[in-house]
C-alpha cells in the first residue's frame, strides 16, 4: 500500500452550489500536502469528504486502504476549522478521554498527556476547565487531542488560524515534528505563505476545482524569478533614472523606497544582475521570487481564456 489517500472523479453540492467538482487527488503515504485557496474553494469540504464526515454525490475515496475513512479512524487524526472542546471538562480529562476514544490504553494516556501538554509549554493547565482557557490554549489542546494516538493520517483544517506568530511557530514545528516522524499530513489553509513554508507539495483549488496539483520545487522550477529588488549604496542617487532605457529592463517600479526591476523575457538573471549593478552600485540587489499567491493569481486570470478556447 503506498498511498495514504486517493480520491477519485468526486463532487459535492449543496443546493445550486457546486462546492466540490471532479476532484482528483492521491496523497502517498508519508507525505506533507497543503491544500490552499480562498475561503469558498472547497478545501474543507474535500477534507470533510475524506474522513466521511459529509458524503460524496458522485466519486470514490480510499482513505488509508479502506473505503471509508471510518473504517480507519483510530489510525487518523483530525484537527477541524471549527475549534470545539468539552468546555466543562478539565482539560487532562479531556485528553484522557480523546485518547481512550482512539485506543490509547488507560495506564499510558495520562503519561502521553502530560507529555504533550509539556511539548506545547503548558504543563500546569491539566486541572483547569477547558473554558478558562484562552483561545489560542484551547487550539494547542486540540492539536494534542488530534495527534495524541500518533496518528499515520494527520488532517488538519486552517491549523493556524487565530494563532499569534509564537504560537504558529510552535505548531508548524509540531508538525513537522509529526511528518518526520512518518505520520502522511495533509492540512488547508486560504494563506498561502504558510503552506509555501510547510509543505513539499502543493494542491490549489479554486471554485471547486483543482487548478494546479506539484510539488513545491517544480511549482518554483516553472515559475522562476524574473524580478530584481535594488537598494542603491548611495541614497542619492535616482535609481529609476539610471537604470531607464536598460535593455534588460521591461518595467521600473517604486516600492516602499526599493527599486522593483521587472526584466524582459530572455535576459539571462546573472547578466541582468550585472547590468544593473554597474548602473548603480547597491547595497542591496536580490531576486523576488514568485509566491504561491502569485502562481494563483496568474492560474485564476487565465482562466476564462482557456475555457474560451476549450
Not at 70 to 96: N, Q, S, T, W
Not at 153 to 172: A, C, H, K, Y
Not at 190 to 218: F, W, Y
Not at 274 to 298: G, H, M, N
Request: include cysteine.
Amino acid at each position: 500500500m503506498t498511498n495514504a489517500i486517493v480520491l477519485s472523479d468526486l463532487h459535492k453540492s449543496f443546493g445550486s452550489k457546486q462546492a466540490v467538482r471532479g476532484l482528483e487527488l492521491t496523497v502517498p503515504r508519508g507525505a506533507l500536502y497543503g491544500v490552499i485557496g480562498p475561503n469558498g474553494a472547497g478545501k474543507s469540504t474535500s477534507l470533510r469528504m475524506i474522513l466521511s464526515i459529509l458524503f460524496p454525490d458522485r466519486g470514490r475515496i480510499e482513505v488509508l486502504g479502506e473505503d471509508s475513512a471510518l473504517k480507519a479512524k483510530d489510525r487518523i487524526g483530525y484537527l477541524p476549522e471549527e475549534r470545539g472542546v468539552y468546555r466543562k471538562m478539565a482539560v487532562a480529562e479531556f485528553l484522557h478521554h480523546m485518547g481512550i476514544l482512539k485506543g490509547i490504553a488507560r495506564d499510558q494516556v495520562k503519561r502521553r498527556a502530560q507529555d504533550w501538554l509539556e511539548r506545547v509549554g503548558l504543563p500546569e493547565v491539566g486541572k483547569k476547565k477547558c473554558e478558562e482557557l484562552s483561545k489560542g490554549m484551547q487550539q494547542k489542546i486540540q492539536f494534542i487531542a488530534a495527534v495524541i494516538h500518533d496518528p499515520e493520517l494527520l488532517i488538519l483544517d486552517e491549523p493556524f488560524s487565530g494563532l499569534d506568530p509564537v504560537n504558529m511557530r510552535l505548531l508548524r514545528d509540531l508538525i513537522m515534528a509529526q511528518h518526520q516522524r512518518g505520520a502522511t499530513v495533509l492540512f488547508s489553509t486560504h494563506v498561502m505563505h504558510q503552506a509555501e513554508q510547510l509543505c513539499d507539495h502543493i494542491v490549489m483549488l479554486h471554485d471547486g476545482r483543482k487548478v494546479l496539483d506539484d510539488p513545491l520545487t517544480k511549482i518554483r522550477e516553472r515559475n522562476a524569478p524574473r524580478a530584481f529588488r535594488l537598494e542603491a549604496l548611495d541614497p542619492a542617487v535616482d535609481t529609476m533614472a539610471a537604470l531607464s532605457g536598460l535593455p534588460c529592463v521591461g518595467h521600473l517600479a517604486r516600492e516602499d523606497g526599493v527599486c522593483r526591476i521587472d526584466l524582459v523575457d530572455d535576459v539571462a538573471l546573472d547578466v541582468a544582475a550585472q547590468a544593473i549593478a554597474a548602473r548603480v552600485a547597491p547595497s542591496r540587489l536580490e531576486l523576488i521570487r514568485p509566491s504561491l499567491e502569485d502562481v494563483f493569481v496568474d492560474i485564476v486570470s487565465q482562466e476564462p481564456m482557456q475555457e474560451q478556447a476549450a
